[in-house]
C-alpha cells in the first residue's frame, strides 16, 4: 500500500505518498505508542469529523501524550488531505504517534508525531445485497479488563488481538470474529460494533472494555428517532441464542447484517435493514441538512 501516487499529511506539510516514512527506532513501532481514527467521508462531508478528531485528541491523552495540534488544525488538515488527493468519498486514517527520539520503554522525551491519508472509498454494495448478511466466527481472544489496557483508546496496540482474531476467522472461512470480554461477555467484532435484536428490542453491550463506537452512538440515535427501544447492558454470550436479527456497525462497516455466528444462523430482518437505509440516509446529507433536520 506504500508505493503509489498521492499525498499523505505528515507533521504539517503534504508529502508524496511514496515518501511519508519514518526511522525503524520510532518509538511506536517497538511500544505502540500510537493511536489512530478512522473516517469516511462521503459527497465531500467528513462524517462527524469534530467527534473523530476529539476522540483521537483523548485516545493520545489516554496514552499520555498530547498532539501538537488543536482540533480545529486537525479538522482542516483532513480536508486539506482529501483535496490534495482529490477524493470526496473516501476513507480517511489519522495517525499520531511518538518518534524515535528516545529509545527504550520511557518516552517522555520523544516528539509527538502525526499523518492523515486517505484514499477512494466509494462504491460499496446496496442495501438488498448487503442483507444477505456476513458470517462471524468467536474470536480466540478475549477483550482485556479495563485495568489490564487502555481500552477507552483507539490505540494501536489493542488490535493486536483483533488482528490475531480476524485472521483466525478467515482461515476458517469466516469474514470476521465476535470477541467476548475478559468475563466471557458479548464485545464487539475486530473492527465494529455488535447489535442484537431481542424481543423485538434493540441490545448492545455496554462499551466498558472496548470502543465505543461513532457509528454505534449514531445508530442508537437513529434506532430512538423511530422509537425502537435500545437497551445498554451486559451481555452473556448465552443471549446470541435470544437473538432474532444480529448486526455490526462502525466507520468502515456501516450498519452490516451477520447471518451467522459460529453455527449459529439469523435472518436480517426489518429491523436491520431500516437502520441500514436510515444510516446510509444520514452519511450521504451535507451537514447544513442535517442541522435543518435537527432545527
Ligand atoms: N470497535 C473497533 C475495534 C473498531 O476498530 C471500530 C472502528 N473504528 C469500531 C469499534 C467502531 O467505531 P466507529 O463507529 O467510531 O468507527
Not at 442508537?220 to 443471549?239: C, F, H, N, Y
Request: hydrophobic share 45%; net charge negative.
Amino acid at each position: 500500500f506504500d508505493d503509489r501516487d498521492g499525498w499523505i499529511w505528515m507533521d504539517g506539510a503534504m508529502v508524496p505518498w511514496r515518501d511519508a516514512k519514518l526511522h525503524v527506532l520510532s518509538h511506536a513501532l517497538h511500544y505502540a505508542s500510537a493511536v489512530f481514527e478512522g473516517e469516511r467521508c462521503y459527497g465531500g462531508h467528513i462524517f462527524k469529523l469534530r467527534e473523530h478528531t476529539e476522540r483521537l485528541i483523548a485516545s493520545a491523552k489516554i496514552l499520555g501524550f498530547d498532539l501538537p495540534w488543536s482540533a480545529e488544525e486537525i479538522d482542516a488538515a483532513c480536508n486539506a488531505t482529501l483535496a490534495a488527493n482529490n477524493l470526496t468519498d473516501a476513507y480517511l486514517r489519522p495517525i499520531a504517534w511518538r518518534g524515535p527520539e528516545e529509545m527504550g520503554v520511557a518516552a517522555k522525551h520523544t516528539k509527538v508525531h502525526m499523518a492523515i491519508a486517505c484514499w477512494e472509498w466509494g462504491a460499496y454494495f446496496g442495501v438488498e445485497q448487503r442483507m444477505a448478511g456476513v458470517r462471524l466466527s468467536m474470536a480466540p481472544w478475549k477483550r482485556p479488563h479495563p485495568d489490564t489496557a487502555p481500552t477507552a483508546s483507539k490505540a494501536a496496540g489493542l488490535y493486536m488481538i483483533g488482528t490475531l482474531s480476524k485472521h483466525a476467522a478467515m482461515d476458517a472461512g469466516y469474514d470476521d470474529a465476535l470477541m467476548l470480554d475478559w468475563k466471557g461477555d458479548v464485545a464487539e467484532a475486530t473492527g465494529a460494533n455488535v447489535f442484537l435484536v431481542i424481543d423485538g428490542e434493540i441490545h448492545t453491550p455496554k462499551p466498558d472494555n472496548f470502543l465505543d463506537g461513532i457509528t454505534r452512538r449514531t445508530v442508537m440515535g437513529l434506532a430512538r428517532t423511530r422509537q425502537m427501544k435500545v437497551v445498554e447492558r451486559i451481555i452473556p454470550e448465552s443471549d446470541l441464542a435470544r437473538a432474532t436479527e444480529v448486526f455490526l456497525c462502525g466507520t468502515a462497516a456501516e450498519v452490516t447484517p451477520v447471518r451467522e455466528i459460529a453455527g449459529r444462523t439469523y435472518t436480517p430482518g426489518e429491523i436491520t435493514r431500516t437502520l441500514m437505509t436510515d444510516y446510509s440516509a444520514l452519511v450521504h446529507m451535507s451537514p447544513d441538512d442535517v442541522a435543518k433536520r435537527a432545527a
